[in-house]
């Protein structure tokens, strides 16, 4: 089956390591297309995780993927990555 995954990941406005989040970001969600957006905050925040689902899988396959991952699960990941991208800056 296959899903897309979108991440949306907000930082300061005076944050540098913007192309650096983002490759970091991308490589340790690879099947992600991910999305850097400035907006006025102290630190870097998931702002959302979306997962498309392909519509023409069978409805049992699909109630399986999301059973397996939700949104919620993905922003949870981001987070995370975000914590250990910040220990390593």
Same mark, same amino acid.
Do not use: G, N
């Given at each position: 089956?296959?899903?897309?995954?979108?991440? @949306?990941?907000?930082?300061?406005?005076?944050?540098?390591?913007?192309?650096?989040?983002t490759q970091f970001l991308e490589s340790k969600f690879p099947e992600a297309e991910v999305s850097v957006t400035h907006k006025e905050i102290s630190e870097p925040e998931v702002e959302e995780a979306m997962i498309e689902?392909? &519509?023409? &899988?069978?409805?049992?396959?699909? &109630?399986?993927? @999301?059973?397996?991952?939700?949104?919620?699960? @993905?922003m949870q990941k981001v987070r995370d990555a975000l914590a250990e991208f910040a220990k390593s800056s």
């Open positions: 089956m296959s899903k897309k995954i979108h991440i @949306v990941v907000d930082v300061p406005f005076e944050f540098h390591d913007r192309d650096r989040l689902y392909d &519509a023409s &899988a069978p409805p049992a396959e699909t &109630a399986e993927e @999301v059973a397996d991952e939700d949104s919620r699960s @993905v």
